[in-house]
């Protein structure tokens, strides 16, 4: 009988407990912004973070509060952006295309290896490592972090270097975040002209590291018609408003790291 009488006590404890608890969640509900839920079912849900905001919930509830403009999403691209301009009743505006790129040219036959590497197949483990097992301290280390990353299929690492396709690419972001040296960059597809490279040190010593890193020659800067190219800590930078496309700097550059997109 004490037994039977300490499980009613308890089961009516838990029972005046969850009473009391289902009418404080009633009382205390806030209602849902049904602006936000529409917003929010509009997104393609990928929560990347592109838009700059805290993924899909933390945009939607910006765009609904006018804190934010509806041409961010880069997965969902323009036919997001017109849902939801069309839901807040604004103009979309222009969307430019992006994609990720890797700023790196040195594969297998352009670098060297330092020491054997062989620890976790990561190159977040290996860049901790001396900044990883090849000879450039900035390169790809080829152990496919942003393969990984990358829900969308767009990145293969071949010849131990990570390559994008930019027809699969939706510039969620993902990637960039994914990589320990900090090789990739979401940038438009109208691009003309990219660095492939990263490497800030000084040109003999790059010329030791890989055999298509950017040394810093300035050679581009004198064939450049527009002044788009600049030479920023000892590498190539490319004005994408001011280029032209004219491929002067890809025909010029020594170590040929400047590749031509259109």
Do not use: W
């Amino acid at each position: 009988m004490e037994i039977l009488l300490a499980i009613a006590i308890v089961a009516i404890i838990g029972l005046i407990a969850g009473l009391g608890l289902s009418t404080a969640s009633a009382a205390l509900e806030v209602p849902a912004d049904e602006t936000v839920e529409n917003l929010r079912a509009a997104l393609p849900g990928a929560n990347c973070g592109a838009c700059g905001f805290s993924g899909c919930d933390g945009y939607a509830a910006a765009l609904a509060a006018g804190e934010a403009e509806p041409n961010r999403c880069a997965p969902g691209g323009p036919s997001t952006a017109a849902a939801l301009a069309e839901l807040l009743g604004v103009d979309a505006g222009e969307m430019e295309q992006k994609a990720a790129m890797v700023r790196c040219g040195g594969s297998c036959g352009h670098v060297q290896i330092k020491y054997e590497y062989q620890g976790r197949p990561s190159c977040a483990a290996a860049a901790a490592h001396f900044a990883g097992p090849i000879s450039c301290p900035y390169g790809c280390l080829g152990f496919g972090d942003c393969a990984d990353a990358c829900e969308y299929g767009a990145i293969e690492v071949k010849d131990g270097l990570a390559r994008v396709n930019p027809l699969r690419c939706t510039a969620c972001g993902r990637c960039v975040k994914a990589c320990p040296k900090g090789l990739i960059s979401l940038l438009p597809v109208s691009l003309d002209a990219v660095v492939r490279c990263s490497n800030k040190d000084k040109g003999g010593q790059t010329r030791k590291d890989c055999t298509v890193g950017c040394i810093g020659c300035m050679k581009c800067t004198k064939v450049c018609p527009t002044g788009a190219i600049t030479v920023q800590e000892n590498l190539a930078r490319i004005d994408p408003d001011t280029c032209i496309g004219c491929g002067a700097c890809a025909e010029t550059c020594p170590v040929q790291c400047i590749q031509m997109l259109n």
